[in-house]
């Protein structure tokens, strides 16, 4: 079983949308959870971390939910620039991260 | 930019070579992680070093080495390749190992003919 699950979409949305993803993880005693953005043929940037008690940035919300071993990224009124693929990072121990496969996004004028 | 480099940007290698690509981490960072990234998949984790000794390793075989060198800048060896490691790969800087700071170089894509 993969450490992380994501669905890889792609996901089309118009300019303006609200989009979700979603992220399983199959390791209850992971510790730290980030989202990345990664653009076509560049590297994956830190997009925000993902706290317990939710977190938001501007246009974009990430949850956690540890019960579940889910997380999550809400990004509201899609901009074109979002395009994008968008990874899950999951880190057990602080010095091993695993990333999911990403889920792509374009997002449509 | 990140301040992380990478060299070479591209390189081309036959089976059962060897290769190795560099990383320069950003000012100030003790601890490189290197991953790899298939085509369409997400990066892997490779292994990390922190201030030269390793310090964590993913699921992969013996002939991916590494180092790391007193000015923190970092080495990947990869002996006897395999098709299968044409990849992406990429190297990430951070100050202590800490992850919500970690930086990505903008990697060395290795094709294996």
């Known amino acids: 079983r993969k450490e992380v699950e994501q669905d890889p979409g792609p996901f089309n949305v118009p300019e303006g949308a609200t989009v979700a993803f979603n992220c399983t993880y199959s390791?209850?005693?992971?510790?730290?959870f980030f989202w990345y953005r990664q653009d076509c043929r560049k590297e994956p940037k830190l997009l925000m971390s993902v706290y317990s008690s939710g977190n938001e940035d501007g246009r974009f919300t990430a949850q956690l939910n540890r019960a579940s071993q889910y997380i999550s990224l809400l990004i509201r009124d899609s901009k074109l620039s979002d395009s994008a693929t968008y990874l899950c990072v999951v880190s057990n121990t602080g010095n091993q991260f695993y990333f999911g496969t990403g889920t792509s996004l374009t997002v449509i004028p | 930019e990140t301040g992380v480099t990478q060299s070479p940007t591209h390189l081309i290698k036959t089976r059962g070579q060897q290769v190795t690509l560099r990383c320069s981490s950003q000012s100030g960072h003790n601890t490189v992680s290197w991953y790899q990234q298939a085509l369409g998949q997400g990066p892997q984790f490779i292994f990390q070093y922190y201030r030269e000794e390793e310090n964590g390793r993913g699921n992969f075989p013996p002939r991916f080495s590494g180092l790391q060198f007193p000015n923190y800048s970092s080495e990947l060896n990869v002996n006897a390749l395999e098709l299968d490691d044409s990849a992406l790969y990429l190297c990430?800087?951070?100050?202590?190992?800490?992850?919500?700071?970690?930086?990505f170089g903008p990697g060395t894509r290795l094709l294996v003919l």
């Open positions: 390791n209850s005693a992971s510790q730290s």
């Open positions: 990430a800087s951070s100050p202590g190992g800490s992850a919500e700071t970690q930086y």
